[in-house]
Structure formats: C-alpha cells, structure tokens
C-alpha cells in the first residue's frame, strides 16, 4: 500500500464528519458506562454484553459523512464508511483530533486486503470499520491480572463479520517512554471464553512481536479485535537463533532418557535378584523421570490454537507434578543415602518404602491438587520468548507450552523447590565423598581403586541430580553455556541414571560370582 495514498484516505475521512446531535449522547453513554471504575475482584469485573452492545451501536449509527470520532476520559471511539475499493488505511494518534498529551503515542494500519473477502463473497452496500481504544486496562482483565504496556488495549472491527489469516497483516505501534529492561513484552490479542474466571485471556496467537525502537513496541497480527503488548518479568534474552538447537537437544535427550528408563525399568521387572529397598527407590525414581520426560515432550504439541485450553491446563499440572515428583526422589535418594552411609548399624523404620512412595507422589500430587482448587489459572500456555537483532531494532519469536504461568508459583514451587532439593543433595554428596576418602586412606587404597572411585563419585552425582543446579546460573555470562549444558545433562538424565544401573548391577552380579566360587573353592577343600 502506498503510504501517501493511505495518510491522504485518513486525512480525508478525519476532514469531514457529521452525525445526528441524538446518537451522539447515546453512544457518549455507552462509553462512559464502561469506563466507571470497577473492582479487581472477579464478581466486580466487565460484563461483555457491555462492549459487545457498544461495538454494535457503533456498527448500526447513522452520521452524514465517512467518519466519526467520540472521545471520553478514557475510551475513544472511531467509525470509518469503507468501500471495496479501499486502498488502505493508516491512523496515528498525532493526527486524530481531541488526543490529551498526556497518552502516550499509539497508531493502527490496516491493508487493502482487509475488504477483499467481504466484497468477494458479497458485493455489500457499504462497509463499516470502527475502531475502540480503551486507555485503560480494567476492562480486560485476565486470572492473572496480567501487566499490559500503557495500560492500552487498542481493538478493530469489520462489519458484522470477523477478519482472520490475513496475508498482509495488521500494524499496531505502541509508543512507550518507560524502561522495559528485564521485561519480555510479547504482542497479544484478547480470546474471549479462554479464562478461567474472566470473559476472556490474553493470547499470543496470530500477532509477531517487534522493537524497531527502544520507545517502540510494533504487533504485526492477521487478524481483527483487541490487541495489547503484554508485560513480564523475565531474564536476560536468549537469541532467537539458538531456538532449533535447544529444541533438538532437548528432543533428542528427552527421547533417549524415555528409552533408558523404560529399559530399566523392564530389566528390574525381568529380573527380581536385588529386591531391597535401595533397588526399589532406584526404580521410582527411574518411573519419575520417565513420567516427566514422556509429560514434556507432550506439553509444547499440546500448546496449539487447536487444543482446548482445558487440554492444556492439565497437562501443565501434569508436567509440573512430574517434575515435583521427580526433586522429590531425588531427596529420597540423598535421604536414603545419608541412611546407608551415616549409621553404623541397621535402622528398621516400619514401612519404610511405603512412606517414602506417600512423600515421593502423593506429597507433590497434594501440593498441586491446592493449586487447582485455589486458582486452576495458574496452568496453561506459557509463552517463552526469544530475541532476534535486526537493521532496524530487536523482533521477538515466542514459543508457548503447557507450564506454570504465576510467577509467583515459578519462584516457589519450582525454583524454590529444586533449589532446596539441589542444596540438600549437594551437602549429602559432599560428606559422601569425604566419608570414601576417610575409608580409602584408612584401607591405603593403591591407585588401581583410582578409577573405580571415579565411577562411583560420577554415579552418586547422576543419581543425587545434582546437575539441576545449573538452572540457577542463567545470566550474565554464565547465560548460553548454562542453557546448552542444562539442556544436554538433564535431558540425558534417564540415560544416565540407566549407565549408573547397568554399572551397578555388573558390580553386584561380579560380587555374587566370586562369593558364589568362594564356596564351592571351601567346599572342595572339605
């Protein structure tokens, strides 16, 4: 579309406008009827039927002229009369009229492409655009009381009919004179009927993120509603070009750790010989972390527009439960450790495998189970975000799963949590190794135990998984080597944890021989 032909169009619909003197008290009403102050409470949040009756008046109102403009403190309102010649249009809030200083820049561009399947299906009388911008955010609030840039949610609207999968996609710029470091703002566009307990939540779909500038945010979405720039917290940004490796490692490692344990878990089954309780926590464990490998190889396909959201909220339960489940195995493994190598003689705990599997499962299936029933909001598609340079700024490619979306629910029950787990771990592995240091100095081990010892420091290091602490040194500099070394070591873990079973059992089945020809060597000497 050519820029001159599309700014004199607005320009021209902007030059004159009529209406009736009585539509315009009605629809003044409307306007500030919504903008009333309202609760953050979910009883006193907007009834839809009040912006959907809004948007069709406006839709249905007879003026004089191609366009109208109506403007409260805080919701401004645009009607244009299109036809199926439209060329195009561009709006800027720098030239729309009665615009307080005091809001910060903002402008829409539409294609000539947006009449061509109205007209194509039908030859309509005429066409009408209207266009609501609400200089508040109260009015779209989701579960998460969500942060929105400017507060603005800027929408459009064709007509009576809806506007998808457009080629040339829609322009929406927001201006900003804030800092956004240590924010990601991801473009979105409000679904109505996804919330759990609101009229709608913000959605990612359709809508490309970019920068051109620092005090700049440009959505490029195919298609027509309400659109706004979402807000979080987050890290340093990670480059959009190591996208594709760090999803074929993952896959990869994922696909050989679900193999190895369900290999394991097969041989144990096969063959019953070490039966003990240490064997039977090892197999847990193993039955954990395929459990979550399985879950998240499953929560990225699962975050589509096509699945139900309801799909993908339990399956974000499911793959945060996993994981709990898999940090808590891995403190029973340093608990029962601390038991085998701490006490000199046996300790009978009555049960002892039936508590440990109560802890293991049941203690991160109740912590959950709370968050479902509390707020179930806190489980669906989660947006990660990564950043690409570009000549003329910084655009942003996002990627969504099914994962926890509180952050405050990041920080405690999944951070909070593996940090715990990792720290604990950490102090049993350490006095572990000085406990096989003392034993090896008092026996004046000669250095052929040098390998074997190696062996088994690796070994308690892959079981403890303390290779989870990684996730704690993901920035500054420590940032991309810690993401592709998280990504390789704990997507192998199942792999490992199968190497460290395989040594285990040929180091058993080596002792039972040699005990085994020990006997039958005493008993032909009798």
Same mark, same amino acid.
């Given at each position: ?123 309509? !009388? ?90 700049? !945010? ?50 144990y089954a096969h063959s019953r010989k070490q039966s003990d309780s240490v064997t039977r926590i ?63 003689y046996n300790v009978y705990i009555h049960r002892y495998l039936l508590k440990l599997c109560a ?168």
């Open positions: 579309m050519d820029a001159r032909v599309s700014l004199f169009v607005c320009l021209g619909l902007l030059a004159a406008q009529s209406i009736p003197a009585e539509t315009i008290p009605e629809l003044l009403t409307l306007m500030k009827n919504l903008e009333r102050p309202r609760g953050r409470t979910l009883s006193s949040r907007v009834n839809p039927r009040h912006i959907h009756h809004l948007e069709q008046k406006l839709l249905n109102a007879s003026f004089c002229g191609h366009n109208l403009t109506l403007q409260t403190n805080a919701i401004q309102s645009l009607i244009f009369k299109l036809g199926c010649s439209f060329p195009g249009l561009s709006l800027s809030s720098a030239t729309l009229p009665s615009v307080p200083q005091a809001w910060a820049p903002h402008g829409m561009q539409f294609p000539a492409e947006l009449t061509k399947d109205a007209c194509v299906a039908s030859q309509p !009388v005429g066409l009408r655009l209207i266009c609501i911008y609400f200089f508040t955010a109260q009015l779209f609030q989701d579960d998460s009381n969500s942060s929105l840039l400017n507060n603005y949610v800027l929408g459009a609207q064709l007509d009576h009919r809806a506007v998808n999968n457009l080629q040339n996609p829609v322009n929406i710029s927001f201006w900003h004179n804030r800092s956004l470091e240590g924010y990601t703002v991801t473009c979105v566009f409000w679904k109505e009927g996804a919330g759990q307990h609101s009229w709608g939540a913000w959605s990612p779909e359709g809508c490309y993120t970019e920068q051109p500038s620092p005090s700049q !945010v440009l959505c490029r979405c195919n298609h027509l509603t309400y659109f706004a720039v979402l807000m979080q917290l987050s890290g340093d940004p990670v480059p959009a070009e190591l996208r594709v490796p760090l999803e074929y490692i993952s896959l990869v490692g994922c696909s050989i750790s679900v193999v190895a344990a369900l290999l394991t878990i097969l041989l090892h197999m847990n464990l193993h039955g954990s972390v395929l459990f979550l490998n399985v879950t998240f190889l499953l929560s990225s396909q699962m975050a589509l527009p096509t699945v139900p959201r309801s799909v993908c909220t339990v399956l974000a339960a499911t793959l945060h439960y996993a994981l709990l489940s898999c940090l808590t195995w891995m403190a029973v493994e340093g608990f029962n450790l601390y038991l085998l190598l701490g006490r000199v802890l293991g499962w049941g203690f991160p299936a109740l912590l959950v189970l709370l968050l479902l029933v509390i707020k179930s909001s806190v489980y669906g598609p989660h947006v990660i975000s990564f950043s690409k340079s570009q000549e003329n700024g910084t655009s942003f490619q996002n990627v969504s799963m099914c994962w926890v979306r509180s952050p405050m629910v990041h920080r405690v029950l999944v951070m909070g949590y593996g940090g715990l787990t990792s720290l604990f771990n950490l102090v049993v592995l350490a006095w572990a190794l000085r406990i096989l240091c003392r034993l090896r100095a008092q026996k004046k081990a000669l250095s052929s135990w040098a390998c074997r010892d190696t062996v088994m420091v690796l070994g308690l290091t892959v079981l403890l998984g303390t290779t989870w602490a990684l996730a704690f040194f993901s920035f500054g500099v420590f940032l991309l080597p810690q993401l592709f070394l998280f990504t390789i070591f704990n997507s192998l873990y199942g792999f490992f944890l199968f190497l460290w079973f395989c040594s285990q059992r040929r180091h058993s089945d080596a002792q039972a021989k040699a005990e085994m020809e020990a006997v039958s060597f005493s008993q032909t000497t009798h």
